[in-house]
T-cell receptor
Framework: EPEVTQTPSHQVTQMGQEVILRCVPI?????FYWYRQILGQKVEFLVS????????KSEIFDDQFSVERPDGSNFTLKIRSTKLEDSAMYFC????????????FGPGTRLTVL | QKEVEQNSGPLSVPEGAIASLNCTYS??????FFWYRQYSGKSPELIMS??SNGDKEDGRFTAQLNKASQYVSLLIRDSQPSDSATYLC???????????WGLGTSLAVNP
């Protein structure tokens, strides 16, 4: 069964460093999302991406964040200058919406900013 | 601000009992509703989706939706210890179908 994959599973970085989180969505899906979950808190929407552009972004998704689909398979989230409060689980999701509203989630990347 | 609210629990039930999980949402325009299960440190896993008022059954799980009351629930029959997890309610919001999430209800099924 096709699945969303994410790498790395765990990323440790120093405050102020740049990180790139990678996702490979399900191959025929056209809608992509990033969510994050700070420990003990709700899952929060960050950004949605369709047709090679951002379709919606949350207040969290400020100028420090960017997304890219550099080729036909990868979908990346970049944080330019990490802060302590960026420490969280980051989940990528994809969907096709042709027959269902379901979003399929990857296993997540745990980002730890020291 | 669109919100989804859940009782955080913990909800503790004995093995074999029915677990009842509840969720309310604020956006009357929401059309799609989801229950996800999340184990500690893992990603959300879809349990059920529901789009119309009424009940939807899938095995031991039944989702119930009442749009007039802005209320969604999940019943788990014959609860098993492996059902112990956090159950997240999520609601589809807006044209881009982003998901708005509740905090989740922690369920413990005791053998």
């Amino acid at each position: 069964e096709p699945e969303v994959t994410q790498t790395p599973s765990h990323q440790v970085t120093q405050m102020g460093q740049e990180v790139i989180l990678r996702c490979v969505p399900i191959s025929n899906h056209l809608y992509f999302y990033w969510y994050r979950q700070i420990l003990g808190q709700k899952v929060e929407f960050l950004v949605s991406f369709y047709n090679n552009e951002i379709s919606e972004k949350s207040e969290i998704f400020d100028d420090q964040f960017s997304v890219e689909r550099p080729d036909g398979s990868n979908f990346t989230l970049k944080i330019r200058s990490t802060k302590l409060e960026d420490s969280a689980m980051y989940f990528c999701a994809s969907a096709d919406f042709s027959s269902t509203d379901t979003q399929y989630f990857g296993p997540g990347t745990r980002l730890t900013v020291l | 601000q669109k919100e989804v609210e859940q009782n955080s629990g913990p909800l503790s039930v004995p093995e074999g009992a029915i677990a009842s999980l509840n969720c309310t949402y604020s956006d009357r325009g929401s059309q799609s509703f989801f229950w996800y299960r999340q184990y500690s440190g893992k990603s959300p896993e879809l349990i059920m989706s529901i789009y119309s008022n009424g009940d939807k059954e899938d095995g031991r799980f039944t989702a119930q939706l009442n749009k007039a009351s802005q209320y969604v629930s999940l019943l788990i029959r014959d609860s098993q210890p492996s059902d112990s997890a956090t159950y997240l309610c999520a609601v589809n919001a807006g044209n881009n179908r982003k998901l708005i999430w509740g905090l989740g209800t922690s369920l413990a099924v005791n053998p």
